[in-house]
C-alpha cells in the first residue's frame, strides 16, 4: 500500500510517495502536461515505479482553480441578488489601491450586469424578513437561466450572513429546476460585507463546472491505470478536502499548491518541538513566506485573486503569504534611475537564466550564484543540466560594464539586493501578526531556499534555518501530512455586553457538528479530532478584529474581554482601558487528523565517512575564499558541518556562511544555527 | 554635519539599492504599525495618515507609501515651525511634538501631526513624523465635519509645536488639556499612543540601517537618491513639449453664500527642464469652511504633478525640485487669518482637475477627463433608541472617472484625493447603525457622452428607521465634470431629502445637523465622469452594449450618440442611426 502526493505547479508536476509500512520514501518530477494534467501525474508514477493499483490515498494539489480564474476560463456565470442591488458586483468598494495611477481601472466584473438579477425580498440585519421572497419569479428565472445558455449560477442576497432562508429556497429551486451549478452565497461565506460576499459566491460558481470536469478527468485518467483508492484535493486554508467537497466548493482550491510546503513545515517542526516557525519557499520567480504560530499555519480570512490592487476578493480562510518577485530566475537590471534592481522581471523556466544556455542574456540570480562559485556548474539538477558559466559572466559583466562596477561586486550585490527583498517578505509575515521574526526558526525548501536562506535568516536576526531532506520536492512532501480541516463561521456582530456566553457555547457546537458532518464522507478513519475555537473581536469602531483562540468552554464575558486584551496587547503592544468591545464573528477550525504516514528517526551512531571536496566559493563579508562542498546523501545524523560550506543534493544546494554550524539531526534535516551575528 | 563629508558620487551602486530598500521598508513597517495600533477607524479604514522620515532641515527623505493621496513629501513646514522654536539643540531624545496649528499646516485640524527627534551620536540628524487623522478635536460638531463654521477657532483645538512628551515621559498637563477640549478623548489619545509608537519604531529603525552602514555613507545615499529622483523628473518634463498651458474651473459656492461661485485658475508652463504651477486668479479665501492653508494649494499642485509626470517613482524632495509653484497668499487655497477649514480638501480635488486640464493639452495620451470630484461627504449621527448609546456615521460617495485616453472611465471610486479609501458596506451599515438601505444601483446615462464615456455616477437611497441627524457636503454641481477633445460632461451630483411628513423632495447639498425623522430618506446621487472624443465616434455596437447593460438608456443612446435602439428588440436601427448621425 502506498500514499501518494502529487503537487502540479506551472512548470513541474511533483511526486511524493510513502510506504507507511516500511517508511520507504520515493520522489520524482516530470514536466505539468497542461491540457492533460492527469499526464504530467501519471508520468511521475511511473517514473517512480509505483504501481497504481496499490495507492490506497491520492493527495493532489492542483492550480486548475487559479488558472481557471486568471485566465478567465469559467462558466457562463449569472448572479441572482435582492431587488435593488445587482451592482453591488460591479461596485465594489470605490478604493483604488494604486494611489498615483489616474487611469487606473480594476479587472472587469466576473458577471456582467445583464446576466445579473433581481428577486423581491428583504432581509434586516437581525435576520427578520421584511419583504417575503417573490417565490412566483422562480420559475421564470430558471426559465431565463436556461434561454440565456447560463451554466452557473451564483445566489448572494443581503444580510443572508446572518438569515439565509431566502437563499436555501433559491438554491434548492434552482436545483431542481435547472441545470446549472449553483452556489448560495451560505453555503462558502456566513460573514457580513455584501461585496466581499457576492464576490466569493460568483467566483465558486464560475469555476464550478470546469473544477467537476477536471475532477472526473483527473480520477478518471488514474482508475483507468488501476487506481482503486481515495482522492482527496489540498485545500487554500492547509486541510484536505474530499471530492464531493470540492465539487461543492470549488474556490477552496485557489492556494492549493503553496499548502503542501507549509503543512511539511508544520510536521517537521513537531517532530523537533519547534512550534514558531516561517516557512520559507523559494523557486524560479518568486520567494513565499509562511507564518507557523503555535503550531498552526496562519490564515488570512480575506484573499485576492488577481492581486489585492485590481482583483477579486474572497472570503476564506486562505494561507496568509507574503510573496515577494525575487527568485533564481529574477532579472538583474539598471532601471530608469539608474540604479541596480532585482526582479520582478523574471527570465522564467524559456528562456530561463544565461547560463542554463537556452538562449537567454540578462542576468539572473542563479547566474549571480554560479559565478560566486556557489552553484556548481556539473551538479545542477543532479548533474542532469550543466551549467554555463561563461554565458552568466557575459551577461554580468555587460551589467557591470554599464555601472562601472566589477563583475564580483556587481553579482554579490544582486545576492545582498535579493536578500533584502527576501528578509523584507518574512518580517512582515511576522510583525503584521505582532510577533518579532528573531523568535522563529525558518524552513527553507524549493529549488533556491537552501541557497539564500541562512543570509535572509541573519537579515532579520533569526537564529535557526532548518533545511528538510529533499527540499526541492517538499511541497509534494509536506502534502502527506495535511490533515483534513474545516473553516467554520458565524458572523455575531453584537457588543460584549449583549453576548450571552451560554448561547455562544451553543453556537460553538452547532458549528462543530456542522463540521463533524462533513468528514463523514471522508471515508478513512479517523485518529483523533480536535476543534478549535476562536471569537474574532474588536474594539468598538474598529474595522479590523483580531482573531481570539477560546478554551473548549469558555464561562463568561470576563474571560473573553480578558483574552482579548491579551491577544491585544501581544499584537499592538497596547490594550485601551474602558473601551467597548465588539464580538464580530465565532469561527471553528475542525481538524481531523488520520492514518498518517509515520517515519521513524535514524538511529544513532553512525559513523561519518565521506570526504568534502574543495572549491572557492564567495561569501558576504569573506569574499572568495576556499571551502568544503560536501554531498547531502554523504551525510550521516549527528555529522557537524562548519561553515563556510556548501552542501549539494539533487535539486538544491545549502549554501553555509562562515562561523554558521549544520548538524545533521536524527530526521536528516540540517539544523543551522547562526553565529556570529550582532 | 549634515552635508555629506563623503562624495556621493563614490556610494557604490549596491550599497545605494540597499539602503533605498531599507528606507522603503522601514516606513513600510511603521505605517503597519500606525494602522494596526490606531483607534479611529478614519486611521486605518480611510488610510488618512502618512509616515516620513526627514532630515534635520525638514526635507524629506522617504515617505509610506500607503495613506491618502494629498500627503505629499509635506510634513517639512511643520517640522520647520518646531525647529525655529525650539532650534536644533532644543530636542531631547524621547520628546514627542504635536501640531495641527492651522496657520502652518492648512488643513482641518482632525490631521495631527505628531513627530519625534532622531539623534545619532548626540547629534540631531532628522525626525520621524506621522501624520493622523483624530476622530475628534472638539468644536462646533462632533467629527469636525461642519458646513457652517466661519473661522478655525469654532473647529476645535490648535496645538503649536506642543511637546506633549519631554525626555519619554507624557506631559500630563498637555494630555490634561487635550483629554478636555476633545469628544472621544480615549479614541484620539489611543491614535496618539499608535502614532508615538510608529515614530518610535521608525527612528529605531532608521538608526539600525545608520548603524549598518555608517551615518556618511547613509547620509551620501539619501543624497544620491534625491538627485536620482530629481534627475529622473527632469528627463521626463523635457520630454513634454513646451509652453504655457491654462485651465479654469469653479466650485458651487462656500456653503455659506450659495450665490457666489469660487472661480480656481491654473496656469501649467512647462520650460526646458521645470514645470511651474500658477495659482494667480483662483477665488480669494472663503466665509465658509472650504479654505485650506498654502500647504493645501501646494498638496494639490504635488498631487498632479507626482501623478502625471511620476506615478510610480517613490516620493522625495529630490523628485519635487523640477517643480515650481506660484501661490499667492489668501486665496481658498492658501488661507491666512484664522479661517475655517473644516472641509479643507473639499476644493483640492478641483484644483487637481484643473491641473489636468491644463496638462492635457501638452500631455493628451496620458490625462483623463475630469472625475465626479463632488467629495458626498455625508453622515447620521443621534442615539440609537434600541442600546441608548450616541452613534456617528461617516462616508463619501463613490462617483465616476473621466474617460481614458483608450478606454471609457472606470466607476466607482472615490475621489482623486482619496487614493485606497474603502467605503462602509450596506450589511455594515445596516448592522451598526439604525439605518436601512434600499437601493444602491448605477445611474444610468450619467457617464460624459464620448468616443469614450464617462464612468457613471451611482444612486443610493437610505431610508431612517429613526429619527437622527445629518450632515453633507456635495460640490460641483454648478461645474460639472469636464470632457476633453469633445467628449461631453458627466452628470451632476445631488443629496435629496424627502421628509416623512410628505413634503416635497428639497435638494440638501451642504447642510450641518438636519434633523431628520423616522421615514425620512435620503436620495445620495454621484456625479458620472467626463467623455472623451465626440460622442458621435464612438462605435454603434458599444452604444449597443451599453443600452443592454443599462449603462445608457435607449433615449440616452439616442439623445447623446445618435443611435436608434429598438427598446423590445435590442438591436440598432441602421438607417435611422446613420441620418441621425448625420445630421
Avoid at chain 1, 449 to 459: D, K, N, Q, S
Avoid at chain 1, 622 to 644: E, F, K, N, T
Avoid at chain 2, 28 to 44: K, V
Amino acid at each position: 500500500m502506498t500514499i501518494v502526493a502529487v503537487d502540479i505547479g506551472g512548470t513541474f508536476t511533483d511526486l511524493a510517495a510513502l510506504d507507511p509500512e516500511s517508511g520507504e520514501l520515493r520522489f520524482s518530477k516530470s514536466l505539468t502536461t497542461p491540457p492533460n494534467f492527469e499526464q504530467g501525474a501519471l508520468d511521475c508514477l511511473a517514473k517512480a515505479d509505483i504501481d497504481t493499483a496499490t495507492i490506497e490515498v491520492l493527495r493532489h494539489g492542483t492550480t486548475v482553480v487559479i488558472n481557471a480564474l486568471l485566465e478567465h476560463k469559467g462558466a457562463r456565470t449569472a448572479l441572482i441578488t435582492t431587488d435593488g442591488f445587482r451592482d453591488i458586483l460591479e461596485i465594489g468598494r470605490g478604493n483604488r489601491p494604486e494611489s498615483f495611477n489616474i487611469l487606473y481601472h480594476r479587472l472587469p466584473p466576473v458577471v456582467p450586469r445583464d446576466r445579473r438579477y433581481e428577486i423581491v425580498e428583504r432581509l434586516d440585519a437581525r435576520g427578520n424578513v421584511l419583504r417575503p421572497l417573490d417565490r412566483d419569479a422562480l420559475p421564470l428565472l430558471a426559465a431565463r437561466l436556461k434561454a440565456e445558455g447560463i451554466e452557473a449560477v451564483a445566489v448572494c442576497l443581503l444580510h443572508a450572513w446572518r438569515n439565509p432562508v431566502h437563499e436555501i429556497e433559491i438554491g434548492a429551486y434552482l436545483r431542481q429546476h435547472s441545470d446549472c451549478f449553483v452556489t448560495c452565497s451560505h453555503e462558502i461565506s456566513r460573514e457580513f460585507r455584501e461585496f466581499e460576499r457576492t464576490s466569493t459566491s460568483v467566483l465558486n460558481a464560475y469555476v464550478g463546472p470546469s473544477v467537476s470536469t477536471y475532477l472526473e478527468r483527473f480520477g478518471g485518467a488514474l482508475r483507468g491505470a488501476g487506481f482503486e483508492g481515495r482522492l482527496y484535493l489540498m485545500g487554500s486554508n492547509g486541510g484536505v478536502l474530499t471530492e464531493d467537497d470540492t465539487r461543492m466548493r470549488p474556490l477552496l482550491l485557489v492556494e492549493s499548491g503553496p499548502v503542501g510546503g507549509a503543512a511539511g513545515a508544520v510536521e517537521i517542526g513537531a517532530r523537533i518541538g519547534e512550534k514558531n516557525l516561517v516557512a520559507f519557499d523559494m523557486g524560479g520567480t518568486t520567494a513565499k513566506s509562511v507564518l507557523i504560530e503555535d503550531g498552526e499555519v496562519a490564515a488570512s480570512p480575506l484573499y485576492w485573486v488577481g492581486g489585492y490592487d485590481r482583483g477579486y476578493p474572497v472570503q476564506a480562510s486562505v494561507l496568509d503569504i507574503v510573496e515577494v518577485g525575487t527568485g533564481g530566475g529574477s532579472i538583474a537590471s539598471v532601471n530608469e534611475l539608474g540604479a541596480l534592481q532585482v526582479g520582478p522581471r523574471s527570465a522564467g523556466a524559456m528562456p530561463g537564466p544565461a547560463c542554463y544556455g537556452q538562449g537567454g542574456t540578462l542576468p539572473t540570480v542563479t547566474d549571480a550564484n554560479l559565478y560566486l562559485g556557489r552553484l556548481d556548474a556539473d551538479h545542477f539538477m543532479g548533474g542532469s543540466m550543466p551549467l554555463r558559466r561563461d554565458l552568466a559572466a557575459a551577461a554580468l559583466d555587460e551589467l557591470a560594464a554599464s555601472l562601472g562596477q566589477p563583475t564580483a561586486a556587481i553579482a554579490s550585490g544582486i545576492l545582498r539586493i535579493s536578500t533584502i527583498a527576501m528578509a523584507t517578505a518574512v518580517r512582515k509575515v511576522t510583525i503584521e501578526r505582532g510577533y518579532d521574526p528573531r523568535d522563529f526558526a525558518m524552513v527553507a525548501f524549493g529549488g533556491a531556499g537552501p541557497l539564500h536562506a541562512v543570509e535572509v535568516a541573519r537579515e532579520i536576526g533569526m537564529k535557526r534555518v532548518l533545511i528538510p531532506p529533499k527540499p526541492g520536492h517538499f511541497s509534494a512532501y509536506g502534502m502527506l501530512f495535511a490533515d483534513f480541516r474545516y473553516d467554520l463561521t458565524e458572523t455575531v456582530a453584537r457588543t460584549l455586553e449583549s453576548v450571552d456566553v451560554d448561547e455562544m457555547n451553543e453556537r460553538f457546537v452547532v458549528l462543530e457538528s456542522e463540521g463533524a458532518r462533513n468528514l463523514a464522507g471522508i471515508g478513512v478513519p479517523i485518529e483523533s479530532l480536535r476543534y478549535i475555537r476562536y471569537a474574532e473581536m474588536r474594539y468598538q469602531r474598529q474595522e479590523y478584529t483580531i482573531k481570539v483562540r477560546l478554551p473548549a468552554h469558555c464561562k463568561d464575558r470576563d474571560e473573553l474581554r480578558q483574552l482579548f486584551e491579551e491577544s491585544y496587547r501581544r499584537r499592538y503592544g497596547h490594550a485601551a482601558k474602558d473601551m467597548g468591545i465588539d464580538v464580530v464573528m465565532l469561527r471553528v477550525v475542525v481538524d481531523a487528523r488520520t492514518a498518517r504516514p509515520q517515519q521513524r528517526p535514524a538511529a544513532p551512531g553512525q559513523q561519518a565517512t565521506a570526504r568534502p571536496k574543495r572549491r572557492v566559493v564567495w561569501f558576504e563579508g569573506a569574499g572568495l575564499a576556499p571551502c568544503d562542498v560536501w554531498q547531502r546523501d554523504d551525510l550521516v545524523a549527528g555529522q557537524s558541518i562548519a561553515g563556510p560550506a556548501v552542501i549539494e543534493e539533487d535539486a538544491s544546494t545549502t549554501v553555509l556562511p562562515p562561523g554558521d554550524v549544520g548538524e545533521i539531526d536524527c530526521w536528516g534535516n540540517i539544523a543551522i544555527t547562526l553565529g556570529g551575528w550582532s | 554635519m549634515i552635508a555629506p563629508a563623503a562624495p556621493e558620487a563614490t556610494v557604490d551602486p549596491v550599497t545605494l539599492e540597499i539602503v533605498r530598500n531599507l528606507l522603503i521598508a522601514i516606513l513600510d513597517e511603521g505605517e503597519i504599525n500606525l494602522s494596526r495600533t490606531a483607534f479611529s477607524p478614519i486611521i486605518y479604514e480611510v488610510k488618512d495618515y502618512s509616515i516620513c522620515l526627514l532630515d534635520r532641515d525638514g526635507q524629506t527623505i522617504a515617505q509610506s507609501r500607503g495613506g491618502i493621496p494629498t500627503f505629499m513629501a509635506d510634513m517639512g513646514e511643520p517640522v520647520r515651525d518646531g525647529i525655529e522654536m525650539y532650534g536644533a539643540d532644543g530636542f531631547d531624545p524621547g520628546d514627542v511634538v504635536l501640531i495641527n496649528y492651522s496657520a502652518i499646516c492648512g488643513q482641518h485640524l482632525n490631521n495631527m501631526i505628531l513627530y519625534v527627534p532622531v539623534h545619532w551620536e548626540g547629534e540631531l540628524i532628522g525626525f520621524a513624523a506621522t501624520r493622523a487623522h483624530w476622530t475628534d478635536v472638539g468644536g462646533r460638531v462632533s467629527g469636525g465635519f461642519s458646513t457652517d463654521t466661519t473661522e478655525i477657532f469654532q473647529e476645535g483645538l490648535q496645538l503649536r509645536s506642543v511637546k506633549a512628551y519631554k525626555r519619554g515621559k507624557p506631559d500630563e498637563e498637555i494630555m490634561r488639556i487635550i483629554r478636555h477640549n476633545i469628544r472621544y478623548p480615549e479614541l484620539s489619545l489611543g491614535d496618539m499612543a499608535a502614532q508615538v509608537g510608529a515614530c518610535e519604531l521608525t527612528a529605531r529603525r532608521f538608526l539600525d540601517l545608520i548603524g549598518k552602514y555608517g551615518w556618511q555613507t547613509t547620509n551620501a545615499c539619501i543624497h544620491r537618491i534625491w538627485n536620482q529622483s530629481e534627475a529622473l523628473v527632469r528627463q521626463k518634463i523635457a520630454a513634454l513639449p513646451k509652453g504655457r498651458f491654462e485651465a479654469e474651473s469653479f466650485l458651487d459656492d462656500d456653503g455659506i453664500d450659495p450665490d457666489h461661485t469660487l472661480p480656481i485658475k491654473v496656469a501649467v508652463t512647462i520650460a526646458a527642464d521645470t514645470l511651474e504651477i500658477d495659482f494667480t486668479g483662483t477665488a480669494g479665501q472663503t466665509r465658509g469652511a472650504m479654505n485650506s492653508g498654502r500647504s493645501g494649494g501646494l498638496a494639490a499642485a504635488k498631487v498632479a504633478f507626482k501623478s502625471a509626470i511620476f506615478p510610480d517613482l517613490p516620493a522625495n524632495d529630490g523628485a519635487f525640485r523640477p517643480l515650481q509653484i506660484v501661490l499667492p497668499e489668501g486665496t481658498m487655497i492658501s488661507a491666512v487669518d484664522n479661517a475655517a477649514m473644516a472641509h479643507w480638501n473639499l476644493a483640492l480635488k478641483t484644483v487637481i482637475d484643473t491641473i489636468y486640464l491644463a496638462l492635457s493639452q501638452a500631455m493628451p495620451d496620458r490625462i483623463p477627463a475630469a472625475h465626479h470630484a463632488a467629495q458626498g461627504l455625508y453622515t447620521f449621527f443621534g442615539r440609537d433608541a434600541a442600546t441608548g448609546q450616541r452613534y456617528s456615521t461617516l462616508d463619501t460617495t463613490l462617483g465616476g472617472w473621466g474617460a481614458r485616453p483608450d478606454g471609457d472611465g472606470f466607476s466607482p471610486l472615490k475621489t482623486v484625493t482619496h487614493g485606497d479609501t474603502r467605503n462602509i458596506p450596506v450589511e455594515v451599515e445596516e448592522t451598526f447603525y439604525p439605518l436601512h438601505v434600499e437601493s444602491y444601483a448605477w445611474r444610468p446615462d450619467t457617464g460624459g457622452p464620448g468616443e469614450f464615456r464617462g464612468g457613471l455616477g451611482l444612486r443610493k437611497v437610505y431610508r431612517m428607521i429613526q429619527d437622527c441627524k445629518f450632515v453633507s457636503a456635495f460640490e460641483r454641481t454648478k461645474c460639472p465634470p469636464w470632457g476633453l477633445f469633445g467628449g461631453k460632461p458627466g452628470q451632476t451630483a445631488d443629496a435629496r431629502v424627502r421628509q416623512s411628513d410628505g413634503g416635497e423632495t428639497r435638494s440638501c447639498r451642504k447642510v450641518t445637523g438636519l434633523p431628520l425623522a423616522a421615514g425620512a430618506t435620503v436620495e445620495l446621487l454621484s456625479a458620472g465622469g467626463g467623455g472623451r472624443g465626440l460622442p458621435t465616434t464612438r462605435p454603434v455596437e458599444r452604444v449597443l452594449e451599453d443600452v443592454r447593460q443599462g449603462y445608457v438608456t435607449v433615449d440616452g443612446a439616442r439623445r447623446d450618440y445618435g443611435v436608434v435602439v429598438d427598446a423590445v428588440t435590442m438591436t440598432v436601427d441602421d438607417a435611422a442611426t446613420q441620418a441621425l448621425r448625420r445630421s
